[in-house]
C-alpha cells in the first residue's frame, strides 16, 4: 500500500521559516521522482518543487526560487522542503507527490504526471 504522509507544517511570521517533510512507503524510493505541490483557497493547484530520483537534478518554481529547496534522503525515504524567508502568499496546503519513473534525472513538474499524493499539510504565514 502506498503511503505518503506530510509534516512540518503551522503558522509562522512573514519572513520567518518551516522545514516540511514528507515519509513514504510501499514502492521502492530510489526509483520514485518528487514533488511538491500547494492550493491556496480559491486556486488552482501549483508545483512548487521537484526533484529527480537520484537527487541531482531539482526545480523551484519562480515564486519560491531562492527562498525554497527540495531535497531528498533516499535512506529514509523521505523528501523534505526547505521554506526560508516565508510571506503570506505562502499561505497554502502543501502536498507531496511521487511519480514512478525510469529515468534517473528526470523532475516533474506536471501535477498530472503524479502517480500518488499525501493528504497535505498547512503552511499559514502571517504578515
Known amino acids: 500500500q502506498v503511503q505518503l504522509v506530510e509534516s512540518g507544517g503551522g503558522l509562522v511570521q512573514a519572513g520567518g521559516s518551516l522545514r516540511l517533510s514528507c515519509a513514504t512507503s510501499g514502492r521502492t524510493f530510489g526509483t520514485l521522482a518528487m514533488g511538491w505541490f500547494r492550493q491556496a483557497p480559491g486556486k488552482e493547484r501549483e508545483v512548487v518543487a521537484a526533484i529527480s530520483r537520484s537527487g541531482g537534478n531539482t526545480y523551484a518554481a519562480d515564486s519560491v526560487k531562492g527562498r525554497f529547496t527540495i531535497s531528498r534522503d533516499n535512506a529514509k525515504n523521505a523528501v523534505y522542503l526547505q521554506m526560508n524567508s516565508l510571506k503570506p502568499e505562502d499561505t497554502a496546503v502543501y502536498y507531496c507527490?511521487?511519480?514512478?519513473?525510469?529515468?534517473?534525472?528526470?523532475?516533474?513538474?506536471?501535477?498530472?504526471?503524479?502517480?500518488?499524493w499525501g493528504q497535505g499539510t498547512q503552511v499559514t504565514v502571517s504578515s
Open positions: 507527490a511521487e511519480v514512478n519513473t525510469y529515468f534517473t534525472t528526470n523532475y516533474y513538474r506536471d501535477a498530472r504526471d503524479y502517480d500518488y
